[in-house]
């Protein structure tokens, strides 16, 4: 048997269901998982809410990156054996126990990694690799905005936008919250909720602006980010914590001649080799000791509407994990 989130209907975290489930064998081409750790995001609130774009058909397990250890594998499985350790993306059902699952869906974990600590943080070190090396590809001497740089993503942006030789600004929504962006290689801080991120970015740049924005919030920091944009600079946007953004006027971006993109991570991995060739990427800046992967907090399973609720109510930095 193994524990296993499920909803039953979307809402606040009281929908959250812990049941037990008769896992089973594998089947051919699948592999049974021993997991270790299980990503938790806020996109994983926002699945439970219903209003994630991976909307699932009810009853639903929830979760959606992990890693861990095989115990066994089906027949025809020739990549993986028991004992080896796996992480994977985008695979519903990850907040379990235990879990059959295709083998093909899985990417090794290089020796000397902590399984534990790649679930909490692989979904958001692709996402950064995506973002600084083929969205828009930061140089050596860019300056750059990070908004929410002490959270999870956030951290993971500066640490390797800082690493590629950037200046790196990030804002944060509390004075606590400047010494993690500050520690994560932000050169610079601003408290969005106590000034105008725009106008501190003029005064930081002399007036020139930033090369690229990097925003996970949407339409709360749109017209900032317009103003805080150089020439030519690119807004990024990956996220919409804050809501969907409004229907843009293509004038606005003409004002200074901007590009501007909206991304999502599945689009950049659509073949085996493209994923691996991006998870070769991350897993070698991690090696070189430009990305700190530490988990910032630890949850159990049988806690996990609290882990949503904090999560929702701005009480976690870094990354978070949930462990069986």
Known sequence: MSKVVRINEFGGPDVLRIEDEDVGAPGPGEVLLQQTGM???????????GKYHLKPDLPSAIGLDGAGIIEAVGEGVES??????V?????????????????????????????????ATFLRCMTAQYLLRQTYCV????TILVHTAAGGMGTLLCQWAKALGATVIGTV???????????????????SRKGDV????HDITDGGGVAAVYDGIGRDVWEANIAALRPTGYL????????????IDPMQLNSKSLFFAKVSLPHFMLTPEAKREMADDVFGVIADGA?????SQEYKLADIRQAHEDIVGGKTTGSVVIVP
């Open 39 to 49: 990503a938790m995001h806020f996109a994983d609130t926002m699945l439970r809410e």
């Open 80 to 85: 993986f054996k028991p004992g080896d350790a």
């Open 87 to 119: 992480c994977y993306l985008f695979n519903l059902g990850a907040h379990a126990e235990r879990r059959v699952m295709a083998a093909d869906a899985l990417m090794p974990v290089p020796e000397g990694l902590d399984p534990r600590n790649i679930a």
């Open 139 to 142: 140089q050596a001497g860019d």
């Open 173 to 191: 929504g509390s004075d606590g919250k400047a010494v993690i962006a500050t520690a994560a290689g932000a050169d610079h801080v601003i408290n």
């Open 198 to 201: 725009a106008g501190a970015v």
């Open 236 to 247: 990024v946007n990956y996220g919409h914590m804050s809501g969907i953004i409004e229907p």
């Open 291 to 295: 990305l700190d992967i530490s988990v």
